[in-house]
């Protein structure tokens, strides 16, 4: 799959569930966050209310709408900190594979 668009705007969000490892990947025009939120809020908004885990954001400015995704769809989310992307290891290794 390739997602190149002008100025190379468009880029993939992973989400990836850590024990069962279901991913859910979602393509995004550029990196505002009203759209990269929104579509993470209809992705996790369908799942059951036992899946919708806590959630780990690097620290994009696309994310930084979360605090209405944590009132939208009542999940805990957490920041990694800077430079640390075993912090969240499964998405780095989801992205090595798209």
């Known amino acids: 799959m390739l997602f190149k668009q002008k100025l190379g705007q468009t880029n993939v969000t992973s989400l ?3 024990v069962s ?3 859910v990947l979602l393509k995004n025009p550029n990196k505002r966050t009203k759209p990269v939120m929104g579509k993470i809020m209809k992705a996790v ?3 059951p209310h036992l899946a919708r885990k806590p959630i780990t954001f690097d620290r994009g400015t696309e994310f930084v709408n ?3 995704l944590q009132a939208e769809i009542g999940t805990q989310t ?3 900190d800077p ?4 912090q969240k290891g499964s998405v780095e290794n989801t992205n090595r594979r798209v």
């Open 16 to 18: 990836v569930e850590r």
């Open 21 to 23: 490892r279901f991913t």
């Open 45 to 47: 908004r369908d799942l």
């Open 66 to 68: 979360w605090p209405h």
């Open 78 to 80: 957490w920041f990694c």
């Open 83 to 86: 430079s640390s992307p075993w």
